[in-house]
């Protein structure tokens, strides 16, 4: 049975802008789905992946393998590029691999009949395939080659991620993020972010959940702090460190930006608001917050633990919160306070 978390769905008032780096902008046809591996990026394009040596001050593309139909995700564990083909009719997608160390490298079909396969990722022995058109995450035994049903009633499974035994993924259709644990034998769906437009794929970088959200055309992390904006189409994303890459397939181009560049400078500060006393054990009082004003406190992994009303008197009852750090979100505002 699904089970439905309370959400953080709010979209904070504070805005971080990255520095956008254009890497590629001609010569692509509507770039979907990236891969790293040392100096090259790896592109699925309408019909083939190229390769970009990203290394160069100019970077080159060249084509890697050709007469794909619409490949949708790339994938590279070892020297193993997994390829997710999207097809065209409604059973026409599949998975291929290639070894990208070849100096003529040859496809090697692991799967056919694939309701509309868009993202890739591994976990364990397992590659695990979002079947767009069918609304269902499977897996398939890179062993075996057996493949069977891991996740169904999706609504548009587009991107995956797989993150220690956690399987994250977006639902391009109903607009979040949910995530699964893959180790369960009956995995549960899990929301985590909701309140998105088309989101597509994601990853993790500097321990933080980056994804591109297609409809919006921005970049948002975890905390839905939107990093880029008035893009052309985000679709894929991927990271070398710090350096996040991503396709911007309405536009055609290929863009990235680094986690430590990223420009806090109109960051709408929580000065106005205070916490006190901070630390405090039972209650917590707000200064300069009119009341009836809406509190949520959240943990730091962005999940709402509490949601409640300003009283008279601005007092916050914090007795029933775990001891630990908490971010209380007010009139738009944010600050941090410790429960000791």
């Known amino acids: 049975m699904k089970q439905k978390l309370l959400l953080l769905v709010v979209i904070f008032a504070i805005t971080i802008k990255a ?15 990236l891969a790293i591996s040392g100096n090259y990026l790896y592109v699925a394009e309408s019909d083939r992946i190229s390769k970009i040596d990203i290394s160069l001050p100019v970077p080159v593309k060249s084509d890697l393998v050709t007469g794909l139909s619409n490949p949708d995700a790339v994938l590279i564990q ?7 083909e999207y097809g065209v009719s409604s059973t026409s997608g599949k998975i291929s691999k290639i070894d ?25 022995d397992n590659l695990y395939i979002a079947e767009y058109k069918s609304g269902k995450i499977t897996k398939l035994n890179l062993t075996t080659f057996a493949k069977t049903d891991f996740l169904t009633n999706l609504n548009g499974p587009t991107g995956l991620f797989v993150d220690g035994n956690i399987l994250y993924f977006s639902q391009f259709d109903s607009n979040k993020i949910s995530k699964a644990d893959i ?27 980056y994804l591109t959200d297609y409809g919006s055309g921005k970049i948002f992390d975890a905390n839905m702090n939107a990093v880029a904006s008035n893009l ?26 680094d986690l430590n560049l990223l ?35 959240y943990d730091l992994t962005g999940k709402l633990i509490s949601k409640s009303v300003l009283n008279d008197d601005g007092k916050i009852n914090i007795q029933p919160l775990k001891i630990g750090t908490y971010i209380i979100k007010i009139n738009n505002q944010s600050v941090k306070f410790v429960k000791k």
Not at 78 to 84: A, F
Not at 232 to 256: C, E, H, L
Not at 282 to 293: L, T, V
């Open 232 to 257: 052309g189409g985000p679709y894929a994303i991927t990271n070398k460190g710090t350096t996040v890459f991503f396709s911007q397939r309405d536009s055609n181009k290929i863009s990235k930006f």
């Open 183 to 209: 180790t369960l034998a009956v995995p549960t769906v899990i929301n985590i972010l909701e309140g998105l437009d088309e989101p597509a794929f994601l990853t993790v970088a500097n321990s933080n959940l």
């Open 78 to 84: 070892g020297n193993t590029l997994y390829i997710s």
């Open 263 to 297: 420009n806090t400078s109109n960051f709408i500060k929580s000065k106005d608001v205070s916490v006190y006393p901070n630390p405090a054990s039972d209650f917590i009082s707000m200064s300069n917050a009119a009341k009836n004003s809406e509190i949520l406190i």
């Open 100 to 124: 990208i160390t070849s100096t003529t490298p040859i496809l090697t079909t692991l799967a056919t009949n694939i309701p509309g396969a868009t993202g890739i990722a591994i976990g364990g």
């Open 19 to 33: 520095q956008i780096t254009d890497v590629l902008t001609s010569g692509l046809s509507e770039p979907a789905g």
